[in-house]
């Protein structure tokens, strides 16, 4: 339905309203339908919310905090370009100097598994993973399984929101990997598995701007 269409719908709804109807008045059930649509398909901008590729959602916790890890990270090439040692930079994670500190560190390596490590609904977006950053949605979708509410408040527990912090580093990273070579040397950094996936879908859209190529071409024979 056109944005046209929805926001006539909205305004008879108000002058219905505006006339004396007041809340008892019955609306029409495809108007309430045109008003959930439109709240639904409306997105985060990308600047706000990157997009990632699919397969970053198909990679178990344990990888994911590998890439997350691996991109915390800066291979100061501009020192020496044969040296490829990673080299700490302003955003990594502090290295665990207190008990608090450490805390943190082994409750977000949890909640990175709780949250892509369940089979039956792992996220498939950054907007989905970051809508997990949450306790109550992390009961939601363990709901039934045995001993999900210790693992979600041995993730939670302290002074530390550990939740809010994982969501906003994931956007951090989301942000950089929409640089390819940021991302691949992420998913090299995980092992086989991420770098093959990294390769396929590198190949995929390669193979996508040929056929395109190819289309004009054949479109400006005929």
């Known amino acids: 339905m056109s944005d046209n269409t929805s926001r006539t719908a909205r305004l008879r709804q108000l002058l219905r309203r505006g006339s004396g ?14 008003a959930s649509d439109m709240v639904e398909e409306k997105r985060p901008p990308k600047r706000v919310c990157p997009r990632l590729p699919d397969w970053v959602f198909t990679l178990s916790g ?15 090439s501009g020192v020496n370009r044969g040296d490829r040692r990673p080299v700490p930079v302003a955003d990594t ?13 082994r409750q977000r390596s949890v909640a990175i598994r709780l949250i892509m490590d ?17 306790a109550d949605e992390l009961r939601r979708v363990w709901a039934g399984t045995k001993g999900a509410d210790a693992l979600i408040t041995t993730a939670t527990a302290g002074p530390i929101p550990v ?47 040929r056929k395109a ?9 005929c």
């Open 62 to 76: 344990s990888e994911l905090q590998k890439m997350l890890d691996y991109s915390g990270k800066d291979l100061g």
């Open 93 to 105: 994670i502090p290295p665990a100097l207190t008990v608090t500190d450490y805390l943190a560190h």
């Open 213 to 221: 190529a190819w289309g004009r071409e054949a479109h400006h024979r």
């Open 163 to 209: 939740l809010a912090l994982l969501a906003a580093e994931l956007l951090d990273r989301a942000h950089r990997w929409q640089d390819l070579g940021e991302l691949g040397r992420a998913a090299e950094s995980v092992g086989y598995r991420a770098n093959q996936l990294f390769r396929d879908y590198v190949h995929a859209d390669e193979m996508d701007a």
């Open 21 to 34: 109807g007041g809340a008892g008045t019955p609306i029409d059930e495809s108007e309430q339908a045109s």
């Open 118 to 134: 369940c089979a039956e609904n792992k996220p498939g977006s950054v907007l989905e993973f970051v809508q997990r950053c949450d």
